[in-house]
């Protein structure tokens, strides 16, 4: 799937973001365009042959309708799919005639975006193995990971930590005993949350999490049930924002710290308390 060319097509940015991450994650390598309105589309269309189209139904000036009857005469071997928070049975009825090949339900999740590319385009080509790397070699490629996420959203500071507490990186301004209590508290709230989710849902999907503050909020995400990342940020920071780069993050992050064994930062913070309490 990695040579192939998608076109997204939304008035809504955060939607077209969103689309893009996911889409990404499934496989990186897709060339992925963004464009905001119909017009913008069609001219897209006919610059360059894409495999995939993903657009909005109700969109001002060209609706997506128009657009797939667009789409089916400039480019016949583009698969469509529209995006819609009005299924109804003419709708059902007007994709058939259409030919699309598929429609996405809004509110839009990964679920859906994954199951529609797949089905489109084809499962996702196998990742190739990771050189293993020395320790040095790790920490800095993490490091790098970590102060790019802080650029990307202007955070404060950020924690790399295991589920266990146990602090692995930070950047930012943040000292090393701060880093390490963050980490600790940061770990626990994020377990107290997913038993709770546990508790009330019978089919929990449950990865991040938030806490707000009167100048600064926290998001944490389970990069992969081994590790989290703690984004503290302040207020004038669109938490969308956060909610992007810290995934895009945490999917580069999922080679590297695999190569990491959760279980020795964990030991690490078990001796420091117990030294604390004697």
Sequence with gaps: MSDKHILLVDDDKFILTFLEHTIKKLEPNCQVVMVMT????????????????????????????????AARYISPDTAVVLMTAHATEQLSHTIELLNVNAYIRKPINLAQVRKVVVETLGEPDAPEPLAPATQQELEKEINQRLQTLRVNTGARFIVLTTLGGGGVQEVGAVNKEEAHQIAMLTAANYQANRQLVHLVDSQPVYRSSSLESQDYDIYTY??????????????????????????QAADA????????VADEFDEVISVKLALRLY
């Design 38 to 69: 119909g017009p913008e589309a069609v001219e897209q269309l006919q610059q360059q042959q894409f495999d995939l189209l993903i657009t909005d139904y109700l969109m001002p000036g060209l609706s997506g309708i128009d657009l797939a009857n």
């Design 222 to 247: 389970d990069i992969n049930d081994d590790f989290l990342l703690a984004v503290v940020f302040g207020k004038e920071i669109r938490a969308g924002v956060i909610w992007v780069y810290t995934k």
């Design 253 to 260: 992050l999922i080679p590297l710290v695999s190569q990491l």
